[in-house]
């Protein structure tokens, strides 16, 4: 809102009681400064009362003619006088010239041509220190907009406690309350991968400053964790479901490892087996001391356990960083990279740990690839751990080979042109984790002695790395989560100084007139009674609508799988056909395990992108339909935001693919046509076929599972998003009847202490309309 705009308001409601604006224009002399005041302090001191006794004085219609052309006649024309001068006072932007206006309106009080009251309210309006350009503003605001994320979020939150302080109105600090709330609960994810003994758990030690992870030579992080801050510690350890139970042996159908891992699992536990492996999945809450008899590598109790949570009390996780410590890449049990590729797909940035002894391995390649290609990674550090083992060269040769092996894998994928996406989307930071642990344990003098500086270990770089990418002034997520509660605030700013503009209207009023307008809101109680019942009907039936279409969206994802299938089929029998003529079987082998991959990714890819378009498609439909029912109700204060729908879609298809790993797939393909000849190509086409049909019917079930977990999460968002605008509606009457009956019940008779009220009130709107500038975006 223009400033003037924002002045002429407060004047006419804390002075006249009642909103004005004109479009109306009107020429104002250029008179001298001093004249200007003075004339223009008494005829914004005139109101209905005075004005009688004015408009009889030929002086003062003297004045007016001097000002501007305008003929005044009545006392509405008046206001549109009233209205133009607050325009030039306020374009002058002078303080000087507010100290004149005050003067002037300080004699018109000692002439007793103003009361002391009005006096005070002039006064009040016409405040110099609210004379600053629009543009000051802005200059604050962009430097506001160079704060992190962490000084931003906390001059928000003091920000919020003295706005708490304006209002007694508790929806007003309720909806505050609830924007605290919101950036509170607001995480931060990194996740933690690498090869068996890659370091995760020392780096992860080195990092948070204390001991929580093991990191004896038998890696103890057999399973993913997931650690979380808490003011009291806790561990939650979940177990495989009977479902997920039966995946594991479905692969060790064609794997002997995870058969031997299946085969150990049941053999120790036997009877008990059933105890820990439930339909559900059993979850147990345990003793952190405890800990390392569940997850450790070293114990037969870590097989059955999918996952663990743990609560800690470390600084580090404070400001809603939650960490993902994966087990390894190299894992036996692929439902376990699943899990973690799962997982990973949420973060908000990664880290990939490197033994830098060791080449980059292709597990190491092929995950780089698919986390910046397929998993919406924004972010990827990789770390070349133990560091303080090879010399500067080497750890150059290793950054340059990992590069030339990503390019290599991409040529072989036909993603040349993705290779700049993916550098500019990697960094590289060499750490020496144990001396960095050494330097945060308070044993900084052993890692000197081997001459690493805190510095020198590359954990401040990785600290740095990690906050700049998190809560940096170039991070989207930490940029849309302060948007976002500052678009929150504003509202609630706009219906606090709405409810108060009300309220300085209702001062202005007599009995009579705040009864009759209690009359009229309870005549029309009813009929708005009968609309919300309507309006709640049709968000339920939208609701129900959305549900419906997102169930028939099964089939259309069985349809995509199955054209899928059938080109896959086609083109793999094609290629083998061809390299048997050619004698390039070898060749047809090893390239098959990347073009199933390749293959199974494109299509989750383009099921999930058709899903979304068309979910977008109804959901905006259904929106607008909303919209016009709204408007047929005339529930004129109703308003939908723009591009929420989109928004909400967009975040909750952000996270990656189903993790249906391949191997079992690629594994009895390989069986089959290692064992083809030419004659048999039939019957191999008829044993392709059932393995595809096996693998996209596991692959429809797994997608069906993801879009409907989204979908129900989507569907109850837009509820309450379209539903928003009615509650607010519906609140905002019950604060007005409230407000009305209240004022009715305790009408002050005494002008006086209204006008005391009046002032009070518009302290506080004064302030809300600074908080208001603070809060655009």
Not at 234 to 247: D, H, L, N
Not at 257 to 266: D, R, T, Y
Not at 450 to 472: A, P, R, V
Request: hydrophobic share 35%.
């Amino acid at each position: 809102m223009d400033g003037y705009m924002s002045l002429t308001n407060d004047y006419f409601l804390l002075y006249h009681g009642a909103h004005y604006t004109s479009e109306d224009a009107l020429v104002l002399e250029d008179l001298e400064e001093d004249f200007f005041c003075e004339v223009s302090a008494l005829v914004l001191s005139t109101n209905r009362k005075n004005f009688s006794y004015f408009f009889a004085l030929s002086s003062f219609k003297d004045f007016l003619k001097q000002m501007s052309t305008l003929s005044l006649n009545s006392f509405e024309e008046l206001h549109l006088l009233q209205f133009h001068l607050i325009k030039r006072i306020q374009e002058k932007k002078s303080k000087q010239y507010i100290h004149k206006l005050h003067t002037s309106f300080k004699y018109l009080e000692t002439k007793e041509l103003l009361s002391t009251q009005n006096c005070e309210k002039l006064i009040s309006l016409f405040d110099p220190h609210e004379f600053h350009s629009f543009e000051e503003t802005l200059n604050i605001d962009e430097k506001d907009n160079k704060k992190d994320f962490l000084e931003q979020k906390n001059e928000m939150m003091n920000f919020i406690k003295e706005l708490q302080d304006l209002g007694e109105n508790l929806s007003y600090r309720n909806e505050l309350k609830e924007i605290q709330d919101y950036l509170n609960k607001q995480k931060f994810s990194i996740g933690i991968t690498g090869v068996m003994n890659a370091g995760k758990s020392t780096l992860l030690n080195a990092l948070m400053g204390k001991e929580v992870l093991g990191t004896s030579v038998v890696p103890e992080t057999a399973n993913l964790s997931l650690l979380k801050y808490s003011s009291q510690p806790y561990a939650r350890v979940f177990y495989w479901s009977k479902k997920e139970w039966q995946k594991i042996i479905y692969s060790a159908q064609e794997f002997e490892a995870i058969a031997l891992f299946v085969k150990e699992s049941e053999d120790i536990f036997e009877k008990e087996f059933d105890s820990y492996i439930l339909d559900e999945g059993r979850v147990d809450d345990i003793k952190v001391q405890d800990l390392s008899l569940y997850t450790s590598a070293k114990h037969n109790k870590s097989n059955l356990i999918k996952e663990i949570e743990l609560g800690v009390d470390l600084d580090f996780l404070k400001e809603g960083i939650e960490i993902v410590d994966t087990p390894g890449l190299d894992d036996v049990v692929i439902q376990r990279e699943e899990i973690t590729k799962g997982y990973l797909s949420q973060c908000d940035l990664m880290i990939h740990l490197m033994n830098v002894s060791q080449s980059a391995t292709q597990k190491d390649i092929d995950f780089i690839i698919d986390a910046l290609m397929y998993q919406n990674i924004g972010k990827l550090l990789i770390i070349l751990t133990k560091a303080d083992s090879v010399s500067e060269k080497e750890l150059k040769e290793v950054v340059s080979y990992t590069k030339k092996s990503i390019k290599t894998q991409l040529a072989r994928r036909n993603e040349e042109s993705k290779f700049d996406f993916i550098l500019s989307n990697l960094e590289f930071i060499a750490l020496s984790s144990k001396m960095a642990l050494l330097h945060k344990l308070g044993k900084g003098d052993e890692a000197l002695k081997e001459g690493y500086s805190l510095e020198k270990t590359g954990i401040l770089k990785l600290e740095e790395s990690l906050h700049e990418t998190l809560y940096g002034e170039d991070s989207q997520k930490s940029e849309l989560i302060i948007n976002s509660a500052k678009a929150q605030l504003f509202k609630s700013i706009e219906r606090q100084v709405s409810s108060l503009q009300y309220e300085l209207r209702l001062l202005s009023k007599n009995e009579e007139e705040i009864a009759k307008e209690l009359e009229v809101l309870n005549l029309k109680k009813d009929e708005n009674i009968q609309n919300i019942s309507q309006m709640r009907e049709e968000l339920l039936s939208c609701k129900a609508d959305l549900n419906a279409f997102s169930k028939g969206l099964d089939s259309f994802i069985e349809a995509q799988l199955f054209r899928a299938k059938t080109r896959l089929q086609s083109r793999l029998m094609d290629d083998f056909t061809y390299s048997l003529e050619k004698k390039k079987t070898k060749e047809f082998l090893d390239n098959l395990n990347l073009s199933l991959d390749l293959a199974l990714k494109d299509t989750m890819v383009d099921v999930l992108r058709d899903y979304r378009y068309k979910f977008i498609q109804k959901s905006q439909t259904l929106a607008k339909k909303i919209h016009l029912q709204y408007e047929s109700y005339e529930l004129t204060e109703i308003e939908i935001e723009e591009g929420s729908v989109l928004e909400s879609v967009n975040k909750h298809f952000k996270a990656g693919l189903v993790q249906n790993a391949s191997y079992v797939l690629c594994s009895k393909l390989q069986k089959a046509f290692s064992k083809a000849k030419e004659k048999n190509l039939s019957s191999l086409s008829q044993q392709v076929q059932e393995n595809l049909q096996e693998s996209y019917d596991n692959l429809n079930e797994e997608l069906n599972l993801k879009v409907e977990v989204i979908a129900k999460a989507l569907i109850e968002e837009l509820y309450i998003s379209l539903s928003k605008p009615l509650v607010i509606f519906e609140k905002n009457l019950e604060d007005e009847e409230e407000l009305l009956s209240y004022s009715l019940i305790n009408y002050e008779k005494d002008e006086g202490k209204r006008g005391e009220h009046s002032l009070y009130i518009h302290k506080q709107l004064k302030v809300l309309g600074n908080a208001s500038k603070r809060c655009q975006i």
